[in-house]
């Protein structure tokens, strides 16, 4: 992809290729160039040196691209791990919680039953005390 190759690539021929026509207008071979051309080769040998640095960068950053890319893919699959991990064990703690607030609750339940029934016992006892007292 890079131009360098192309420029002052071998020798110049000897007669030009087929099909070319040279003449008085034709551009000397690069080897009998004039002299006000040399500034331009040299601006040319400038240019394909740049495309080559170019070319160079954008293979670096293309690597880096792909290299960024990958670890977002691998960071985004350990978020999803580390999320449903962590989803997992605050369920866990809620299903605890909720177990030892049922568990209290039903101690509770336990014993406000108990103290009603101990009321009821005594209004019982009491009421039949009383029943028996009136009979005598």
């Known amino acids: 992809a890079s131009l360098g190759p192309l420029v002052g690539a071998g020798p ?3 007669e030009p290729p087929e099909g070319a026509r040279g003449g008085p207008d034709a551009p000397a071979p690069p080897h009998e160039a004039p002299a006000g051309d ?3 080769r040299g601006r040319l040998d ?4 740049q495309v080559a640095e ?3 960068a954008l293979a670096y950053w293309r690597e880096k ?3 960024l890319e990958q670890e977002a893919s691998v960071a985004q699959r ?3 791990v ?6 997992s064990a605050d369920l866990r703690h809620l299903e605890e919680r909720l177990r030892d607030d049922l568990r209290e609750v039903e101690a509770h339940h336990a014993r406000a039953l108990s103290e009603i029934q101990e009321k009821h016992v005594q209004q019982v006892s009491s009421l039949a005390s009383r029943l028996a007292d009136a009979l005598q």
């Open 65 to 67: 691209a792909t290299r």
């Open 54 to 56: 170019y070319e160079e």
């Open 12 to 14: 110049a021929p000897s």
């Open 46 to 49: 400038a240019a394909v040196a």
């Open 78 to 80: 350990q978020w999803a």
């Open 82 to 87: 580390d999320t449903e991990e962590r989803h």
């Open 38 to 40: 040399e500034g331009a």
